[in-house]
Nanobody
Framework: QVQLVESGGGLVQAGGSLRLSCAASGSGFSINSMGWYRQAPGKQRDLVARITSGGSTIYADSVKGRFTISRDNAKDTVALQMNSLKPEDTAVYYC?????????WGQGTQVTVSS
């Protein structure tokens, strides 16, 4: 079983920055990929960014050039640096880890961007 704990959400003005962090805990696992998803009210949960254990990354088109995902394999942590935030980035952000084709989710952290 993998537990994920996110931190770093909050309220920021448009154009500002936030950094989200997610720490995985458990025993006897090797995490394949880690990523961030977000869900705005009334909308589905969508991929924001994902990174593999080898460092390969993918980003949603809407965040390319503004967000950067990074990972520390030794510490089983993943971070999302969010710059030039826009009101449309407002959502609950969830950390996800994939271990042997099983998916685990964090509890979510709220990001609110005011205009």
């Amino acid at each position: 079983q993998v537990q994920l704990v996110e931190s770093g959400g909050g309220l920021v003005q448009a154009g500002g920055s936030l950094r989200l962090s997610c720490a995985a805990s458990g025993s006897g696992f090797s995490i394949n990929s880690m990523g961030w998803y977000r869900q705005a009210p009334g909308k589905q949960r969508d991929l924001v960014a994902r990174i593999t254990s080898g460092g390969s990354t993918i980003y949603a088109d809407s965040v390319k050039g503004r967000f950067t995902i990074s990972r520390d394999n030794a510490k089983d942590t993943v971070a999302l640096q969010m710059n030039s935030l826009k009101p449309e980035d407002t959502a609950v952000y969830y950390c996800k880890a994939t271990v042997s084709l099983r998916h685990y989710w964090g509890q979510g952290t709220q990001v609110t961007v005011s205009s």
